[in-house]
């Protein structure tokens, strides 16, 4: 497997709103179920990745996925139908996408949802390679290749030309998103009381920090092959997701605050992808070295 990503991003960023017209961009569904919500390219977490993030003070970057109980075992709450096991809701837990000021395939810069840890700038992951890379962002496009799937490079080349995929040899590799999974990257919530009127919040993206704290602890409180969950360390992580103060989450906010009022007072509305260094890097992200030193990264 070999990817050329310079100035791409495709896998980081929401560019469902910028592609050309007649390029199908729908691939969030796992097997027969739709997410809830309507991020793009969400990257789902193992509880030890959560844990991680928390460990790092990094809780207010993380947010959970539920999905649409259309076919198969569900349970409704707040008036929708999600999907469940054992009559408990299930959920991944992924990376929050702001609105950052990027310029993906040569295009002017706009604001797309992009994931927290990627640098507009550059385009690069400011997590790459260390203790917090996401594994599913590590092996990526290898799973899709594994099981002879569309790839977001592909989609790229589709839709801007250029060469994306240059080896499309996914290796020896067993998919992440196994039935197994269940309480190690697939979670289940164990008490649907707690989680009413946030379901209807994550629906419609105006999740709270509550809200995600309630489903970032309880993954982070569990165990692999088991849908019960530790009391002790659920209330634990939500003390830990809740009282997160990171880069990430005042970056988020200021992005989402800028987004909102980008063109309203008359100024350009094409706001330069260097306020990264504004709004992430003069709070402490990390930096990313460019495409002069490393021709490989995303
Ligand atoms: S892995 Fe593919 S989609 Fe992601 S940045 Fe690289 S080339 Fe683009
Ligand atoms: S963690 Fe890094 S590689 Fe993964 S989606 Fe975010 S920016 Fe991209």
Request: glycine share 10%; charged share 30%; with cysteine.
């Given at each position: 497997m070999e990817v050329n990503c310079e100035g791409c991003a495709g896998c980081c960023i929401d560019w469902r709103s910028v592609a050309p017209e007649g390029v199908s961009l729908d691939h969030e569904r796992r097997g027969p179920y739709r997410p809830l919500?309507?991020?793009?390219?969400?990257?789902?977490?193992?509880?030890?990745?959560?844990?991680?993030?928390?460990?790092?003070?990094?809780?207010?970057?993380?947010?959970p996925r539920l999905w649409r109980g259309e076919r198969g075992p569900s349970v409704a709450v707040d008036g929708r139908s999600l999907a469940a096991i054992d009559g408990r809701p299930v959920f991944f837990v992924g990376l929050r996408k702001p609105p950052k000021p990027v310029a993906p395939f040569g295009l002017d810069p706009t604001w797309l949802p992009?994931?927290?840890?990627?640098?507009?700038e550059t385009l690069q992951c400011r997590v790459h390679g260390d203790d917090l890379y996401p594994d599913a962002c590590e092996r990526y496009p290898g799973d899709n290749l594994?099981?002879?799937?569309?790839?977001?490079?592909?989609?790229?080349?589709?839709?801007?030309?250029?060469?994306?995929?240059?080896?499309?040899?996914?290796?020896?590799?067993?998919?992440?998103?196994?039935?197994?999974?269940?309480?190690?990257?697939?979670?289940?919530?164990p008490d649907r009381s707690r989680i009413e009127g946030r379901v209807a919040r994550l629906a419609d993206g105006e999740?709270?920090?509550?809200?995600?704290?309630?489903?970032?602890?309880?993954?982070?409180?569990?165990?692999?092959?088991?849908?019960d969950v530790d009391t002790e360390r659920y209330e634990r992580a939500r003390?830990?997701?809740?009282?997160?103060d990171s880069w990430v989450g005042a970056a988020i906010?200021?992005?989402t605050e800028r987004a909102s009022g980008a063109g309203a007072d008359g100024t350009s509305d094409l706001p330069p992808p260097s306020?990264?260094?504004?709004?992430?890097?003069s709070r402490g992200a990390p930096e990313t070295p460019g495409w002069d030193e490393n021709q490989d990264e995303s």
């Open positions: 919500d309507d991020t793009y390219n969400l990257v789902p977490l193992s509880g030890d990745e959560v844990r991680a993030f928390l460990r790092a003070g990094l809780g207010d970057a993380l947010t992009t994931c927290a840890f990627l640098d507009p594994a099981l002879d799937a569309d790839t977001e490079c592909e989609r790229v080349e589709r839709a801007f030309g250029g060469e994306r995929l240059l080896d499309d040899d996914p290796g020896d590799l067993t998919p992440l998103l196994a039935p197994s999974a269940v309480g190690g990257r697939l979670f289940a919530h999740a709270t920090r509550e809200d995600r704290a309630e489903f970032v602890a309880v993954a982070a409180a569990a165990a692999p092959g088991r849908l003390e830990t997701v809740l009282g997160a906010e200021e992005w306020l990264g260094v504004v709004v992430e890097a």
